[in-house]
């Protein structure tokens, strides 16, 4: 088959996230089993087509995310009139295939979900103060219509969303964990037969499996973004709890600085005044390069990633390929990776208590933080390798291609 994955993110050029990674990684894996790929993507600063191993990658010079689904479109052309492709995959984030698809309805699309910006504003609103939420509802009320905004269970403007429209479009969905398919069948309101579950792909480097599994640092490792959605908050007053009884251990927050959850301030602000007393016990690191991260985990004893909610999360694969002891979210995906508590420990993301139990648990017990990442570590080989993932994937392809 021939294959197209539509983009925005891709590395290395537009390699902001998990979609990139998911992208690079499933494309490399369908090449594999000799299906003919090409990737349509981004980059703020060239316009080339390039051979990356077995891949044909088509880059558009292009910064604006809003105007990529439409750039892509010519370049696409092109590629289809010397050869037609038989399956589209996109993202249903950015829905960055919407145009190529008005233009070639007859073309299988795929559509993957990761984290439709619908989810991320119900998370990013999560720690609105209840008052703000009230004014909010009682305005409407003063304006004539009901609006329940932040309780409400449905998007009562999903028919103008993008990312909901190219959802409906797709002759079938993928998810990467059963937590993501049951949002998309709640909320959206999609047949649970649409939709398969298949996990991400991913193939650790030698990197991370070489980290040794015994470590005695001290040190707690939180890699991802300072916000609120990836659970900064709880995690900060648990910290608090932990320095009081544990003064000798650290944290080390390798993450983009964004905003929190008070107007007109930045995480790494709230966070250094919520630990006023224990600012040694914290250590900042805005940016790494991707290849600098084995060196970092080989530096920790914990990984914490305590998110009010992801898909599936390629932070936490990457620290269960190096071996460490992991406190991750029981909510969505990441419980998924983690087998439900059995190679790593799960908190509900909200609960300072839980936090606060489980990193002392795992300070206090040096043999269980050997334990779960040697479980870990054979988890993620064995169950989310590219070839196992990659024939998951194939048979659903086959079954819904029209070639």
């Known amino acids: 088959m021939r294959i197209a994955y539509i983009s925005y993110e891709f590395p290395p050029d537009t390699a902001k996230g998990g979609i990139g990674t998911y992208t690079w990684q499933m494309a490399l894996a369908m090449a594999k089993l000799n299906h003919v790929i090409e990737v349509f993507t981004a980059s703020h600063r060239r316009e080339i087509s390039e051979q990356i191993q077995d891949i044909l990658v088509h880059r558009v010079n292009i910064d604006n995310q809003d105007m990529f689904s439409k750039s892509i479109v ?27 698809k008005q ?9 993957r979900l990761h984290a439709p910006a619908v989810l991320i504003t119900k998370m990013q609103n999560f720690y609105i103060p209840l008052s703000t939420k009230i004014r909010f509802v009682a305005g409407a009320l003063l304006r004539g219509h009901i609006d329940l905004g932040f309780w409400a269970k449905h998007d009562k403007n999903q028919n103008k969303d993008p990312e909901y429209q190219i959802v409906r479009e797709a002759k079938f969905i993928t998810a990467p964990s059963e937590a993501m398919k049951k949002w998309a069948t709640d909320f959206w309101k999609i047949p649970a037969k649409n939709i398969f579950v298949v996990p991400n792909p991913y193939e650790p480097s030698s990197d991370f499996l070489d980290i040794p599994l015994q470590t005695e640092t001290k040190i707690i490792t939180f890699l991802g973004r300072l916000n609120v959605i990836k659970g900064c908050v709880a995690l900060t007053f648990a910290l608090k709890k932990v320095f009081k009884k544990h003064s000798n251990w650290k944290i080390r927050f390798i993450a983009k600085n964004e905003a929190a959850p008070v107007e007109n301030m930045d995480m790494k602000t709230w966070i250094l005044q919520q630990l006023t007393d224990f600012q040694n ?36 694969a990457e620290a269960m390929s190096a071996g460490r002891a992991i406190i991750g979210s029981s909510n969505g995906g990441m419980a998924e990776l983690l087998n439900f508590g059995e190679t790593g420990i799960l908190v509900k993301p909200q609960s300072v208590n839980q936090i606060y139990k489980a990193l002392c648990k795992l300070i206090e017990n040096k043999e269980l933080r050997l334990q779960l990442g040697h479980k870990a570590r054979e988890r993620i080989i064995a169950k989310f390798n590219a070839e196992t993932i990659s024939k998951q994937m194939n048979k659903i392809y086959k079954q819904f291609s029209n070639s």
């Not at 233009?103 to 559509?111: M, N, R």
């Not at 290849?291 to 909610?309: A, E, G, N, T, V």
């Open 74 to 100: 010519k370049l696409f052309a092109k590629q289809h009139e010397l050869n037609n492709f038989d399956i589209l995959e996109c993202a249903e984030n950015g829905a960055d295939a919407w145009f190529i």
């Open 103 to 111: 233009a070639y309805p007859q073309i299988t699309l795929v559509v």
């Open 281 to 316: 016990n914290v250590e900042f690191i805005e940016w790494i390069e991707y290849h600098k991260i084995p060196h970092y985990f080989s530096q920790s004893d914990i990984c914490i990633f305590p998110s009010l909610f992801e898909s599936f999360s390629y932070v936490c």
